[in-house]
C-alpha cells in the first residue's frame, strides 16, 4: 500500500487503471468541491481549498460556503 499526500484526476485514472491501487482518496479536493465527481466527469475547473477553514468551529466556514458548478443545459 502507498499513500501520497494528492492525486489529481489523471493521476488517480491512471493509478486505478494501472493496477497501482483499488481506490484514490480525495480528501482535500472534496472538502472544496462538494460536486468533485460532476466536475471530474466535465473536466470542470477546480475550486482551490483553504486549509485555514478545515478545522474551525466558529465561525463555521469552509465546505459549505465552496460555489458548486452551475447547471449546464
Known amino acids: 500500500m502507498c499513500i501520497r499526500d494528492s492525486y489529481n484526476r489523471e493521476e488517480g485514472n491512471k493509478a486505478v487503471t494501472e493496477n497501482y491501487t483499488d481506490l484514490v482518496a480525495y480528501g ?22 483553504n486549509r485555514d477553514t478545515f478545522y474551525t468551529q466558529d465561525p463555521i466556514v469552509g465546505y459549505t460556503d465552496y460555489p458548486y458548478l452551475e447547471a449546464t443545459a
Request: charged letters at 30%; aromatic letters at 14%.
Open 28 to 49: 482535500r479536493l472534496f472538502l472544496a468541491n462538494p460536486d468533485l465527481p460532476k466536475r471530474f466527469e466535465v473536466d470542470a475547473p477546480l475550486n482551490k481549498y
